[in-house]
């Protein structure tokens, strides 16, 4: 019964919250939980447990590493054995990053794909010097690439020389290893692109990102609107970019992450749709 009244009560709060804010935008977005800018004292257990979350998906608000490590994808390295993996890299004749040890290496990885790209994993045509690994700054705080970090020290049978968070550091900012503040809105479609990290999936000419394991996009203005019946181009395009799988492309996986719609700002969303809309 105590449940039940419970149950009542929070869906009651749900409702109350919608009636008082219908017109918070956008309204049919997705629900990555929000992260929260303040964590307490957690256990290297907790902190691992965190870093799989991350990993598979289930936190980040992105998808997860396994949109593109999952072995049986084929789209990025299997990440196994990493401490081994890591001291192999490091030592590898085009290694030019800074990194010394195995937890720097994999901080890098994520921070600065560049640095070392897995031969035959690079952006199609870069000759292996550019990466197609999302930008994971824009999704995890330091202390959460940490977490990841520790997974994959671990995760086969190896230590973690990451420390979880003590719960003194403010983990929101940059006290915890260089997050910075917020970035301006992009000005142009282009700079959205770079901050967003669609680049590390879809190509488009004139935005001058060339990822490709999603749909080019050089030419979607002329196809979106001929989607989803009922939708305008740009009605499909904003709903593309704030619930991905409304509408998932036939042939291509369902791998878009969701969430774009509480991390980019309603111009910026505005901005983009334009753009695709009108790339004929
Ligand atoms: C959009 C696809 C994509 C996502 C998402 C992604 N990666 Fe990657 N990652 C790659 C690709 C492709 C490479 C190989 C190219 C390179 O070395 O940069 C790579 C390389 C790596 C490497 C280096 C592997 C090695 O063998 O040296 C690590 C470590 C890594 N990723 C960790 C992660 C973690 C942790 C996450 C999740 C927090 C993640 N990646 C999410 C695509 C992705
Ligand atoms: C991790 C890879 C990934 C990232 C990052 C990504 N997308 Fe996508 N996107 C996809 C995939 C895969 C599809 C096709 C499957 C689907 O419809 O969900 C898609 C579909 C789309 C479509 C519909 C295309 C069509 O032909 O109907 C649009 C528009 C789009 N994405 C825009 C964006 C924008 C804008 C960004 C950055 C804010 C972005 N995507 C980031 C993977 C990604």
Known sequence: MKNFLK?????????????????????????????????????????????????????????????????????????ENMPTVAEGRLKDARY????????????????????????GFGVPGSNDTQSPMLVISKY????????????????????ATVTPPTGQEDTGGAAAGGAAAPPAPAKTPQEAFQKYGCGACHK???????????PDLTHVGSIAGKRKPGLNAGDYIRESILVPTAFVVPGQPPIM??????????????MVVKFLADSK
């Open 7 to 79: 149950v009542i009560i929070f869906s009651l709060l749900v409702l109350s919250a919608y009636t008082l804010f219908p017109n918070t935008l956008p309204q049919q977005k997705s629900e990555p939980p929000p992260l929260e800018e303040k964590v307490g004292a957690l256990t290297m257990e907790q902190f691992v447990a965190i870093g799989a979350d991350i990993y598979s998906g289930a936190r980040g608000g992105f998808g997860g590493c396994v949109l593109c490590h999952d072995p049986k994808l084929g789209r990025a390295p299997r990440l």
């Open 140 to 159: 995890l705080k330091p202390w959460e690439i940490n977490a990841a970090i520790a997974y994959l020290q671990t995760k086969d049978g190896g230590e």
């Open 204 to 214: 488009h000419e004139k935005g001058g990102i060339a990822g490709a394991i999603a």
């Open 257 to 270: 992450p969701p969430g774009f719609g509480d991390k980019m700002t309603a111009s910026e969303i505005e």
């Open 96 to 119: 030019k990053g800074k990194a010394t040890n195995v937890e720097e290496y994999l901080r890098e990885s994520m921070l600065e794909p560049a640095a070392f790209v897995v031969a």
